[in-house]
């Protein structure tokens, strides 16, 4: 697994919190699906955070406009904003059948990048197959 050190612009996401992590990840997901006329093109992550009593999960989705925006926010879905920076990224192919592989990847990135505690660590669903793993690691890894 070799990850390689990009700069993630900052995201700002709809957001629906897993009651439990990982068994209701899916179903944070599904919260924001479900007010969506479609899933093409639409972009969505997920967010670890870790805490004093384990992992943290959140389900976000990019907003097409400012519009939809408020509309999710009058929904009662909150409004996440990450700060850009440098992270590590790991590109995992055919990623439902190794879901099983995302906590040692990014355990293994963590080992061998460090990791900003600042920003979340981050999965970029790019599309049904491909997952992008994504660990903010600290600012002196820009040059590496």
Same mark, same amino acid.
């Given at each position: ?14 957001? #629906? ?5 990982? @068994?209701?990840?899916?179903?944070? *997901?599904? !919260? &924001?699906?479900a007010h969506l006329k479609s899933l093409k093109g639409r ?15 959140? #389900? ?5 406009? @400012?519009?939809?925006?408020?509309? *999710?926010? !009058? &929904? ?57 793993l994504l660990l903010p690691v600290p600012r002196r890894e820009?040059?590496?």
């Open positions: 697994m070799t990850a390689t050190i990009i700069q993630q612009p900052a995201l700002r996401l709809i957001t #629906a919190r897993s009651a439990k992590f990982p @068994e209701g990840n899916r179903a944070a *997901f599904r !919260a &924001l699906e972009k969505f992550y997920g967010l670890v955070y870790e805490t004093e009593t384990g992992l943290d999960y959140h #389900a976000g989705l990019v907003p097409d406009n @400012e519009i939809e925006e408020r509309r *999710f926010a !009058a &929904l009662g879905f909150p409004i996440t904003e990450i700060a850009a920076g440098p992270c590590a990224r790991v590109k995992m192919l055919d990623w439902s059948s190794k879901t099983d592989q995302i906590g040692p990847s990014f355990g293994a990135m963590i080992q061998q990048h460090g990791i900003d505690p600042s920003r979340p660590q981050m999965e970029y669903y790019r599309s049904f197959t491909e997952l992008h820009q040059s590496a």
